[in-house]
């Protein structure tokens, strides 16, 4: 089976040639990690005197962020190991080098899923235990860490309706891997479920929790959203709204929604921040052709109506900012982002109706009454101009996501404990 997979993953990739080659040398965030997926560049050196080391993986942006606590936690735990992290993407990389790499080592990419690129990024990180962060599963890195010995042990994990069923129906080339999966920390009972059917081992699975709830809150204290608010030149008594992580196809929901709530909040001022910073001229562009006016966080001048957004980072502050906070990805079918950043700071939230890469968590939200559903701009429009216009009541919704927030945390020292225990095993008698 792995030969075939190898096969076709070469044979793919050499007929591929033609298309990809023109990609990577006109495609930034492609050009810029390549030749680090190809395993040719690497910022982690070789190990010293053959001390292998602890390597923790997450896939792209959200993982590496719900990885934050868990990654200080294992620093803290295990002072003396050699810690490397890799995320696959260039956005994640970039997260992972201004949130991870202060608790760790060293950052860089993962390889893709060809045999010698694998090998040769393990050759140089030299893994004696690998963390996986929610699912990136690949045969080939798999075949290499059992060939090292190396356990591999996934966290926070999730699978979501859609990625169970296609698990599923390429059972005969994915039910190996779950089987070979040393530990798996899950998000929920049914998460851990859907694990023990793809072929996990049942001893091997617990539901320890999500992540996500043990994140920190950023500062949210009167001095720092005055510091906030004014360097975004947001006018004192101006009610806000912020829209986090949108997507293309949304941004026209939104602003059909914002026409209608101008029309009783004449002073409403909107931060709009794209899941993709790279597309804030588009955004400005869609809102201004519906009488909104935003100006790109950058440019110097204009946009009375509010602003756009284009650089990472911001997000989780910018929602402390937020008389009504609005998660994107959920008003078309992508499966929504993660409702408890401003949850966390008792901000009230809403999202729209697809959910399913949040599913637990948003439900949670809605059971407590700390969030509101939406379907469409016009519902959009309504329950947002409710909260605006009875703040009472949104500061209840604010104060109930909170509870849920507090409620939950603890994933990260029950993952901390199953980590422990592999360790342990590994180590031997």
Known sequence: MMLLYDLLLTTGALLALPILIPVVLTVEKRRRTVLGRLGLRSDVPPPRDRKRRIWIHALSAGEVLSAVPLAAAIRRRYPHDDIVFTASTLTGLEIA???????????????????????????????????????????????EMERRAAPVVLVNGRLSDRSFAGYQRFSFLFRPLFSRLTRVCAQSAEDARRFRKLGTAGGRVAATGNLKFDQARPDASPAALADLRASLGIAAGRRILAAGSTHPGEEAILADALVILRQDFSDLFSILTPRDPNRADEVVGIFREKGVFLRRLSADAGGKDGVVIDVMGLLARLYGLADVAFVGGSLIPFGGHNPLEPAALCRPVIFGP??????????????AGGAVRVADARTLAAAAGRLLAEPQRAARIGEKGGAVFDAHRGAVDRTLTVIDAVRREAAGP
């Open 354 to 367: 697809h959910m399913h890469a949040f599913r637990e968590i948003s439900e949670r939200l809605l059971d």
């Open 97 to 143: 080098r201004e949130r991870i790499a202060p608790h760790v080592d060293y950052v860089s990419l993962f390889p893709y899923d060809l045999i010698l690129s694998v090998r040769r990024v393990a050759g140089r990180i030299a893994p004696k235990m690998v963390v996986m962060v929610e699912t990136d599963l690949w045969p080939n890195f798999f075949r």
